[in-house]
């Protein structure tokens, strides 16, 4: 059972002197209609003649069916109760839709209303708001098996956690609206959006096991062998057409500048800074030297 914070406990004082009630029947109630996403409650408590069920707008029962003084005090007491869950009320209500899909059978399951909310007339559960605190509050969360997730659409992020410390990822331009664990040979995670069914692991990671991921580092440019520097302006030219020892061998100093040239561009591609063509195309330029 949750505890009451201050203003909480404020709140059923008032409420309990308002209708003639103890504390403990009004929290008790105040609990039910919290479960109920502020919208209905089911509750079972001796100043409410045992158990009952409220829905806003609907119908009250009590177990005393022609007691009907008992159903107004409820439906009243409710009422007031849920105003108070509205205007304290810091994160929305979970309602996410949650599905699973086992060796090809799926079921689906509603994650319960009070999961990762928060009511500043409770006091919070470390436990409940596992996501970094820098995110702030979620627009949704839920949870299904192992796996939990916090959703804030916002600030483009989403905390996953399957019991250890959560994965914080980019969710770039999606839309999510529900998550779904695939199980069997493998385990994958999946999540719906606006572009269909994607799976978690193509969106970038922000941080992992609370350590800020760094991003991809973009490519090495490409080693490009050119001829070389043309003469200053002031320097005379030569010319002379060039000899023929000229054309058929390089000085010595030049086959050495070609072998470690190959030798940094073997480097580059084994890394994947450069592709299997581009090295091909640079090593027969360069062979052609010597």
């Not at 009004?26 to 039910?32: G, R, Y």
């Not at 209609?33 to 158990?51: D, K, R």
């Not at 719906?192 to 969106?203: A, P």
């Not at 609370?210 to 580092?217: C, M, N, R, T, V």
Request: glycine content about 8%; hydrophobic content about 30%.
């Amino acid at each position: 059972m949750p505890n009451l914070s201050p203003t909480g406990q404020q709140i059923v004082q008032s409420l309990a002197n308002r209708y003639g009630l103890s504390n403990d029947a009004v929290t008790h109630m105040l609990i039910a209609v919290y479960n109920g996403n502020g919208t209905m409650a089911q509750f079972s408590h001796p100043e409410f003649c045992g158990s009952g069920q409220w829905m806003r707008g609907g119908m009250t029962m009590v177990s005393d069916l022609f007691n009907n003084n008992l159903k107004c005090l409820v439906d009243n007491l409710c009422n007031d109760i849920s105003n108070e869950l509205a205007n304290h009320q810091s994160t929305p209500f979970s309602g996410s839709f949650q599905s699973q899909s086992q060796n090809g059978m799926s079921s689906q399951a509603q994650a319960s209303g009070q999961m990762g909310s928060s009511n500043s007339l409770f006091v919070p559960d470390p436990s409940t708001n596992w996501w970094p605190k820098e995110l702030g509050s979620p627009t949704s969360v839920g949870s299904q098996n192992s796996l939990r997730y916090a959703y804030f659409a916002d600030s483009h992020r989403l905390a996953v956690t399957t019991g250890g410390t959560p994965w914080v990822y980019d969710t770039l331009d999606h839309q999510i609206g529900g998550f779904s664990q695939q199980q069997g040979g493998g385990q994958s995670i999946t999540f719906t959006s606006q572009y269909g069914t994607v799976d978690l692991s193509t969106l970038p990671v922000v941080s992992r096991d609370g350590s800020i991921h760094p991003p991809p580092s973009a490519p090495a440019p490409s080693m490009t062998v050119g001829p070389a520097p043309a003469p200053a302006q002031n320097q005379p030219v030569d010319n002379a057409p060039p000899s023929a020892s000229n054309e058929s061998a390089a000085t010595p100093e030049s086959r050495e500048d070609v072998i470690e040239t190959l030798e940094r561009l073997g480097s580059l591609k084994e890394k994947g800074y450069i592709t299997d063509e581009e090295f091909a195309s640079k090593k027969s330029e360069l062979l052609a030297r010597l």
